[in-house]
């Protein structure tokens, strides 16, 4: 597939994603940019919960009734029409997914969630909890290992993201209400720095759900999920509670996985100005892996596993993740609000990926304060919002033992191999103002101090250690001009910085001899990652089109890489660097459009192209090539047929660019393209729903990314994720007061 034609079919759902009502009447969608009129709501989020109302709406008359007019036939939730208001005052590429159009096929993972999201690289290797997402090229070169790097992930506004990384397996989406994403320099608010910016998730509360629900899903593949919720509001009280438990036997050899989680939270409103909001988060889980293949391997045979790991059960447990965290939300006055969060978690994790089995002990503490107002400044509106973001390893150790006696003889298995120790902290202090310098023309300053130490021992078998600091400054501006109440334009540009996470710095020499030869010995000084990263862009909708366009450019100094040797893999050892100044440029294009009506039913297209250009800047040894890891042109498309009566239908389309998998640029995978299609019934004015989905309608054999090395010689290089192939699956979902 060339690139024009990927660029004349590209596109995305950018800014909003249509909400299905349980009447089964039809829907479009909503423009994110235009401001919605205030309705009174007990939504989740700090940002958009019931003192919402202290935003005024700063376009003008005209552009409010515009907007009320839409809204009144678009059937959005409150709180989704809110956080689709407050992110469009971010003068920067944002958008908003209702859960309740994921709901309308399969859930099995958070890939499911961000289809249709220009800027969002997300896939699920191996069908598993693992997901391998990029916002602008964050974290492109993630394996299949326990975190993620490069974006702030958050729930309801709190800290998941800690120095160790994002954990997987505490982001189920079932139980989920919506999901805010804010590429880049866009996550300032939420004290994000990252290159990849923020994912907010906001979970259901007893104020969004039925009094009871059950959900089942299954399929091809072994594939079984059950979910069980409930949510009410008791007076000042009000709960939500659900429980997942899922299984699948896999498409490829050692995918087998399995996993069990509860998702809990409590609120108490003492008075209209302070609420308080208690959450509970578990999850345990088991997901086999097969490592990677080679180009012919995915062509001919992709279901094998990866010689000789198919033989040694590899897999990697969550035995029982515990994420704890309270939120108090205090309206000072009408014009001002304060939010703080704790978040404590406990992550343990068991990688059985080689010779030996690295445990993970870890316990953060995370918080959040946050302040907002609005005023008038010299006649002019102006909104301000600062915040403190922290988080801190408490404890983390990782022990390697002997997995497999065979590797060492006579040597029993559990023997400790190697001890390391982990520590660092990240804390950002943030401002920003947005002002509307004249008459819808708005200004964004702001500013951040980053302060994120690392430090690192090993006290086994021998001794070393590192600490390092770093303090940094991180500007940001931006502009905002509503030409009219259907069209924006914008722009900022931003500075980024990401420390590398604290696991990554133990990627130095190897032992040499000795029970721990081939594991990492010594610790790399690895310097944070910045970037200077501009932005311009518009939405808007005319003619039953709603678009959202971005272009963006960073100029990146010491972007953390990584590559994958036969030792490293062997050993799950961290082979991490920082790159010469490298260049990230891309376009994120959303389209969704209304293409035909007739008597409450709707024909509907939307689409998301995503244009991503990676190299490096004259480096010594790979001069002007592209960074490997994601496809340069990525498409998704979606003709979504929805009837009145409650029937829905759609037909889908993925189309990826080859991707390279190594740094001399000669080894890639093949491109593909995909098709898969869904049905349901959703019965008018009832909480009952059934659907059934076909996955992969060719049965195309095909990678859905890659794990980068240095170059591929003559050879073809084990380094290929497999996707699923052909799969059907149904579900039903019933819920009652």
Same mark, same amino acid.
């Given at each position: 597939?060339?690139?024009?034609?990927?660029?004349?079919?590209?596109?995305?759902?950018?800014?909003?994603?249509?909400?299905?009502?349980?009447?089964?009447?039809?829907?479009?969608?909503?423009?994110?940019?235009?401001?919605?009129?205030?309705?009174?709501?007990?939504?989740?989020?700090?940002?958009?919960?019931?003192?919402?109302?202290?935003?005024?709406?700063?376009?003008?008359?005209?552009?409010?009734?515009?907007?009320?007019?839409?809204?009144?036939?678009?059937?959005?939730?409150?709180?989704?029409?809110?956080?689709?208001?407050?992110?469009?005052?971010?003068?920067?590429?944002?958008?908003?997914?209702?859960?309740?159009?994921?709901?309308?096929?399969?859930?099995?993972?958070?890939?499911?969630?961000?289809?249709?999201?220009?800027?969002?690289?997300?896939?699920?290797?191996?069908?598993?909890?693992?997901?391998?997402?990029?916002?602008?090229?964050?974290?492109?070169?993630?394996?299949?290992?326990?975190?993620?790097?490069?974006?702030?992930?958050?729930?309801?506004?709190?800290?998941?993201?800690?120095?160790?990384?994002?954990?997987?397996?505490?982001?189920?989406?079932?139980?989920?209400?919506?999901?805010?994403?804010?590429?880049?320099?866009?996550?300032?608010?939420?004290?994000?720095?990252?290159?990849?910016?923020?994912?907010?998730?906001?979970?259901?509360?007893?104020?969004?759900?039925?009094?009871?629900?059950?959900?089942?899903?299954?399929?091809?593949?072994?594939?079984?999920?059950?979910?069980?919720?409930?949510?009410?509001?008791?007076?000042?009280?009000?709960?939500?509670?659900?429980?997942?438990?899922?299984?699948?036997?896999?498409?490829?050899?050692?995918?087998?996985?399995?996993?069990?989680?509860?998702?809990?939270?409590?609120?108490?409103?003492?008075?209209?100005?302070?609420?308080?909001?208690?959450?509970?988060?578990?999850?345990?889980?088991?997901?086999?892996?097969?490592?990677?293949?080679?180009?012919?391997?995915?062509?001919?045979?992709?279901?094998?596993?990866?010689?000789?790991?198919?033989?040694?059960?590899?897999?990697?447990?969550?035995?029982?993740?515990?994420?704890?965290?309270?939120?108090?939300?205090?309206?000072?006055?009408?014009?001002?609000?304060?939010?703080?969060?704790?978040?404590?978690?406990?992550?343990?994790?068991?990688?059985?990926?080689?010779?030996?089995?690295?445990?993970?002990?870890?316990?953060?503490?995370?918080?959040?304060?946050?302040?907002?107002? $609005?005023?008038?400044?010299?006649?002019?509106?102006?909104?301000?919002?600062?915040?403190?973001?922290?988080?801190?390893?408490? $404890?983390?150790?990782?022990?390697?033992?002997?997995?497999?006696?065979?590797?060492?003889?006579?040597?029993?298995?559990?023997?400790?191999?190697?001890?390391?120790?982990?520590?660092?902290?990240?804390?950002?202090?943030?401002?920003?103002?947005?002002?509307?310098?004249?008459?819808?023309?708005?200004?964004?300053?702001?500013?951040?101090?980053?302060?994120?130490?690392?430090?690192?021992?090993?006290?086994?078998?021998?001794?070393?250690?590192?600490?390092?600091?770093?303090?940094?400054?991180?500007?940001?501006?931006?502009?905002?001009?509503?030409?009219?109440?259907?069209?924006?334009?914008?722009?900022?540009?931003?500075?980024?910085?990401?420390?590398?996470?604290?696991?990554?710095?133990?990627?130095?020499?190897?032992?040499?001899?000795?029970?721990?030869?081939?594991?990492?010995?010594?610790?790399?000084?690895?310097?944070?990652?910045?970037?200077?990263?501009?932005?311009?862009?518009?939405?808007?909708?005319?003619?039953?089109?709603?678009?959202?366009?971005?272009?963006?450019?960073?100029?990146?100094?010491?972007?953390?890489?990584?590559?994958?040797?036969?030792?490293?893999?062997?050993?799950?050892?961290?082979?991490?660097?920082?790159?010469?100044?490298?260049?990230?440029?891309?376009?994120?294009?959303?389209?969704?459009?209304?293409?035909?009506?007739?008597?409450?039913?709707?024909?509907?297209?939307?689409?998301?192209?995503?244009?991503?250009?990676?190299?490096?800047?004259?480096?010594?040894?790979?001069?002007?090539?592209?960074?490997?890891?994601?496809?340069?042109?990525?498409?998704?498309?979606?003709?979504?047929?929805?009837?009145?009566?409650?029937?829905?239908?759609?037909?889908?389309?993925?189309?990826?660019?080859?991707?390279?998998?190594?740094?001399?640029?000669?080894?890639?995978?093949?491109?593909?393209?995909?098709?898969?299609?869904?049905?349901?019934?959703?019965?008018?004015?009832?909480?009952?729903?059934?659907?059934?989905?076909?996955?992969?309608?060719?049965?195309?054999?095909?990678?859905?990314?890659?794990?980068?090395?240095?170059?591929?010689?003559?050879?073809?290089?084990?380094?290929?994720?497999?996707?699923?192939?052909?799969?059907?699956?149904?579900?039903?979902?019933?819920?009652?007061?």
């Amino acid at each position: 597939m060339t690139s024009s034609a990927l660029v004349t079919a590209s596109t995305a759902l950018a800014s909003t994603i249509p909400h299905k009502p349980a009447s089964g009447s039809a829907h479009t969608i909503s423009a994110a940019h235009v401001k919605t009129p205030h309705v009174h709501t007990h939504a989740n989020a700090p940002q958009e919960d019931h003192m919402e109302g202290m935003h005024h709406d700063h376009t003008s008359t005209h552009a409010s009734h515009t907007a009320e007019q839409i809204l009144v036939t678009h059937h959005h939730t409150p709180a989704v029409m809110q956080a689709e208001r407050r992110l469009s005052r971010i003068p920067g590429g944002t958008s908003v997914i209702d859960a309740s159009v994921m709901l309308r096929g399969r859930s099995a993972t958070n890939a499911d969630s961000f289809k249709y999201q220009a800027g969002v690289f997300a896939q699920a290797p191996c069908g598993s909890d693992d997901l391998r997402i990029s916002i602008r090229g964050s974290g492109i070169q993630t394996g299949l290992n326990a975190t993620r790097s490069g974006i702030l992930f958050l729930f309801d506004g709190l800290p998941l993201t800690t120095p160790i990384g994002t954990v997987n397996e505490l982001q189920e989406p079932l139980g989920i209400k919506y999901t805010e994403v804010l590429r880049g320099g866009n996550g300032f608010d939420y004290g994000s720095l990252m290159l990849g910016g923020a994912i907010n998730y906001v979970t259901n509360t007893g104020y969004d759900v039925q009094t009871y629900q059950a959900r089942v899903e299954a399929g091809s593949f072994g594939y079984v999920k059950e979910q069980l919720s409930s949510g009410k509001v008791i007076g000042k009280h009000d709960y939500y509670i659900s429980v997942t438990n899922s299984y699948r036997s896999g498409y490829q050899e050692s995918t087998k996985s399995t996993n069990f989680g509860i998702n809990f939270n409590y609120g108490y409103k003492f008075n209209d100005r302070i609420d308080n909001r208690f959450f509970f988060r578990y999850r345990q889980t088991s997901e086999g892996n097969p490592y990677y293949l080679t180009r012919s391997q995915v062509a001919q045979n992709p279901k094998q596993a990866q010689e000789p790991y198919r033989y040694w059960g590899t897999k990697t447990i969550e035995p029982g993740t515990k994420y704890a965290a309270d939120r108090v939300s205090i309206r000072i006055d009408d014009n001002s609000k304060l939010m703080l969060g704790f978040v404590y978690m406990n992550a343990p994790m068991d990688h059985e990926l080689g010779n030996t089995s690295s445990l993970y002990d870890i316990d953060y503490a995370s918080g959040v304060l946050s302040y907002q107002r $609005h005023d008038t400044l010299f006649g002019l509106k102006s909104d301000t919002d600062a915040g403190v973001y922290t988080t801190h390893d408490l $404890h983390a150790t990782i022990d390697n033992r002997v997995r497999r006696t065979e590797a060492y003889p006579g040597v029993a298995m559990g023997t400790l191999v190697t001890r390391s120790h982990l520590g660092g902290s990240d804390n950002v202090f943030h401002v920003s103002n947005n002002t509307e310098v004249f008459h819808n023309f708005w200004l964004t300053v702001a500013g951040a101090l980053d302060y994120s130490p690392r430090s690192g021992s090993q006290t086994y078998p021998e001794k070393s250690r590192f600490h390092q600091d770093a303090l940094y400054f991180s500007p940001r501006a931006g502009f905002r001009y509503v030409i009219n109440p259907h069209i924006q334009v914008y722009g900022n540009v931003s500075r980024s910085i990401q420390p590398a996470q604290d696991w990554q710095y133990l990627s130095g020499n190897l032992y040499t001899s000795g029970i721990a030869t081939g594991l990492t010995k010594d610790w790399s000084m690895l310097k944070p990652q910045t970037a200077t990263t501009f932005e311009v862009g518009t939405s808007g909708d005319y003619a039953g089109t709603q678009w959202s366009l971005s272009y963006y450019h960073s100029a990146v100094h010491n972007e953390l890489l990584s590559v994958m040797t036969p030792t490293s893999q062997l050993y799950n050892n961290a082979t991490y660097g920082n790159a010469s100044p490298t260049t990230h440029q891309g376009v994120e294009f959303a389209l969704h459009s209304t293409l035909y009506q007739w008597a409450g039913n709707v024909i509907s297209l939307r689409q998301a192209y995503t244009y991503q250009d990676f190299r490096f800047n004259h480096d010594p040894v790979w001069g002007h090539n592209h960074i490997p890891g994601i496809p340069q042109h990525y498409y998704q498309g979606e003709l979504h047929l929805d009837l009145k009566n409650g029937f829905y239908a759609a037909v889908d389309a993925e189309v990826a660019s080859s991707v390279l998998a190594s740094y001399d640029n000669r080894y890639r995978a093949a491109p593909y393209h995909i098709y898969n299609f869904n049905m349901g019934y959703q019965w008018p004015q009832k909480h009952r729903q059934v659907y059934l989905s076909f996955h992969n309608l060719a049965n195309k054999h095909y990678a859905t990314g890659v794990v980068p090395v240095y170059g591929s010689g003559n050879t073809e290089p084990s380094a290929l994720l497999v996707g699923d192939g052909f799969g059907i699956f149904a579900g039903v979902s019933v819920g009652f007061d």
